[in-house]
């Protein structure tokens, strides 16, 4: 089975600076997706950021970038410039690309992010 | 286009009653996943239905049960309710069911509380 592991159960930055949240996975499957979402106050889960494990290239999404490692199954999320309105929850998720199993996203623990003035 | 809706928001009931939850996809996604989260076990999988059929499901017991129409709508009940059932339980759309880039677009929630 795989599982996902956030070690940073909370972090802090200040607005305008950078930061980022770590990431762990296991699997042994070689073809798979990771994903960034955020989930605010409100509770409604967006997706921030998504990987493919057969891209080599790192994903960009405006102020979000991953560093994803396959060989060290590291994915990390550093958001640059950072803004009031980035303080949530963050959750990484594997999603598996085995097409029986492909619907079902698996969780880590999530990392709680304050920005602050 | 409607994102994905669920209702009710927030519901109270007490241990040993039955609880239906109802979640409508966005207009035109096939498949419904279904996640429960607590503070305890974070965020778990419940299960996804596509077409009317279940096609996975997560390690949570027979009191958990769930169905898809064929408009895509889809409820999950929970049977002889536990305090542990206590939950927020999300529901999470997608127009494939699981392809490549295919994203899933999640719900805000229903807020289940055991008494």
């Known amino acids: 089975a795989q599982t996902v592991t956030q070690s940073q159960p909370e972090m802090s930055v200040q607005e305008a600076e950078t930061v980022t949240l770590s990431c762990t996975y296991d699997?042994?499957?070689?073809?798979?997706?990771l994903f960034w979402y955020k989930q605010p106050p409100s509770r409604q889960m967006i997706l921030v950021i998504r990987q493919e494990a057969y891209k080599q290239q790192n994903a960009t999404e405006n102020r979000f970038s991953v560093n994803f490692q396959k060989a060290a199954k590291s994915f990390s999320l550093k958001i640059s410039d950072s803004q009031l309105g980035d303080a949530a929850m963050y959750f990484c998720?594997?999603?598996?690309?085995?097409?029986?199993?492909?619907?079902?996203?698996?969780f880590g623990t999530g990392t709680r992010l304050q920005v602050t003035l | 286009k409607a994102g994905v809706t669920q209702t009710p928001r927030y519901l109270i009931k007490t241990r040993g009653q039955q609880v239906t939850l109802s979640c409508s996809p966005i207009s035109g996604h096939r498949s419904v996943s279904w996640y429960q989260q607590t503070p305890g076990q974070g965020l778990q999988f419940l299960f996804e239905?596509?077409?009317?059929?279940?096609?996975n499901k997560g390690n949570f017991p027979g009191r958990f049960s769930g169905r898809q129409f064929s408009n895509s709508r889809s409820e999950m009940n929970v049977s002889t309710l536990e305090l542990g059932d206590s939950a927020l339980y999300l529901c999470?759309?997608?127009?494939?069911?699981?392809?490549?880039?295919?994203?899933?677009?999640f719900g805000p929630g229903t807020r289940l509380t055991v008494t």
């Open positions: 998720a594997y999603r598996s690309a085995n097409t029986g199993t492909a619907s079902k996203l698996t």
């Open positions: 239905y596509f077409s009317e059929t279940q096609r």
């Open positions: 699997t042994s499957e070689s073809d798979y997706y």
């Open positions: 999470a759309s997608s127009m494939l069911r699981g392809w490549d880039s295919d994203e899933q677009y």
